[in-house]
């Protein structure tokens, strides 16, 4: 009998791609990898998107996703070959011996079935317990989990809890049938920071006091290095590199990894502002319509020409909502917008053409931002058209003068958004919002859904082109290490109001308020021991308390 629960060898995935107008033909995914997985171990998988970690953690259930085929390899669950296994054993095998966490629980729990009910289903499904034995367990995990009032939480709907507790509810039904191996497929991506602490502990210590083997498949080295043992670096379907957390993260062998550990190390001096602000917001109230409560307490900021005003708080904090005012498609209930020297119009309706030039939007997700059927040099000409009146040979010129100023060149221009990688994407973003020759750019989350080194790369491109065009950023983000990286000056936003602002060396050093001081130390480090050290002092600070 082996000592490890998972073993790979020489797994291969492909898959056969059918392009508009061309042959189908094959594609490689993953390309021979290697690894093994002891019980009550983490075996974290890290790469960029396309590098193959998804495919392998779904592999180890025998499962190939959106006609993805294991061609290849041999892959070893409880010492047996599950490539190799009949249906049946596989039907077992998932749900069972091995179990899954996916990205984003809100999609993955149906919303018109009961938590309780769906936790509980592959446990009782499995015959691994009764439907009193699981709900039983059930609770128990909901309480190990620190989920509030464990023993009802289970009646609740999917959509009457936070994220981060349904992300927490998606870790209690994989682990409540008592699997194997847990396949953990980025499961805090999608959360702030202040949960994703929450939820990694959760999990890091489910993890322990079960004894349960795990895959953390995720593109954070800085989380992954908090709760695996070994980490496997992935890139293009290949194994970078491949040893313990201590040696990949303190003494990384490869370029890639190297440059991976080293990731945000951006170097930005902050400016002195200029004496009047190309920007002031002034004591912003605002609502959604239809509805009774403010969603935006008098909210005041002010951004100066050519700097960069980062705002930063968790989900659900106001940051997107203020942009919304600002642009002109929230009109706020109270409150007055300055821009350039001229009182802004509260309805987008009735701004100027100069107005609507001068500030404009870069937004989260570049995918539904473009017209697919439009080509590049269409996107990027629209705003020249529209707003200079170039046309045929001078807009060209123009479009690719932008792709030059972008670092993408004039070979993009022909092609459409779906022939382009996501940090490509977000560049011709960029460049479109450039082509208006804006005094003001607001950019929400643009680095949010992006790797980390291809977020690197647009955020040192934000700051080239601030210099070049001496253009003012407001940056909507939860990631803190991104405001240290840009900003000039900071609002913390929390609950609709500005908690703390002013300038970046003025709001990250101390004494902070609560609010602030939970979310700077929740921002994960690249050390071993870094989520120990923050549990504890958590310990400490709510027992004193």
Sequence with gaps: MSDNLLKVRGLKIGATVYPPGEKPHDIKIVHGVDCDLEKGKVLGLIGESGAGKSTIGLATMAYGRGGVELTGGEVWVNDRDILASAQGDIRSLRGGEVTYVSQSAAASFNPAKQIMEQVTEAAIGHGKFSKKEAEERAVTLFRKLGLPDPENIGKRYPHQVSGGQLQRCMTALALCPEPDLVVFDEPTTALDVTTQIDV??????????????????????????????????????????????????????????????????????????????????????????????????????????????????????????????????????????????????????????????????????ADVAMNPRQTVGTIIGRPLEFYFGLKGAEKRKRVIELLDEIEMGSEFIDRYPAELSGGQKQRVCIARALAAKPKLIICDEVTSALDPLVADGILKLLLQLQKI?????????????????????????YQGKVQRYGSKSHVLTPPFDDYTDLLLSSVPEMKLGWLEDVIANRKMESAGN
């Design 469 to 493: 065009e001496d253009v003012a950023y407001l940056f909507i983000t939860h990631d803190l290490a991104t405001v240290k990286a840009i900003a000039d000056s900071i609002a913390v936003m």
């Design 200 to 365: 990694l502990a959760a999990i890091k210590e489910a993890i322990r006091d079960t004894g349960v083997a795990a895959l953390y498949i995720t593109h954070d080295l800085a989380v992954v290095a908090q709760v695996s043992d070994d980490i496997m670096v992935l890139r293009h379907g290949n194994t970078v590199e491949y040893g313990t957390t201590d040696q990949i993260i303190n003494a990384p062998q490869e370029e890639y990894t190297q440059a991976l550990v080293s990731v945000r190390s951006i170097e930005h001096e902050e400016k002195q502002p200029t004496p009047e602000p190309l920007l002031t917001v002034q004591n912003i109230t605002a609502r959604y319509k239809g509805t009774k409560f403010d969603v935006l307490h008098d909210v005041t900021v002010d951004l100066h020409p050519g700097q960069t005003l980062a705002v930063v708080g968790e989900s659900g904090s106001g940051k997107s909502t203020l942009a919304r005012v600002i642009t002109g498609l929230l009109p706020p209930r109270d409150g007055t917008i300055n821009f350039a020297g001229r009182m802004l119009s509260k309805d987008l309706g009735n701004r100027t053409k100069e107005d609507l030039r001068e500030l404009q939007m870069i937004y989260q997700m």
